[in-house]
């Protein structure tokens, strides 16, 4: 369970890089 929060997390805080970037 906890990996998958750590893996969910990740994908969180690319998603945001992402829009950062995209700003």
Known sequence: VE???VH???GEQ???H???LMV
């Open 3 to 5: 990996i998958r929060d």
């Open 14 to 16: 690319q998603v945001l």
């Open 18 to 20: 992402g829009v950062d």
């Open 8 to 10: 969910k997390s990740f």
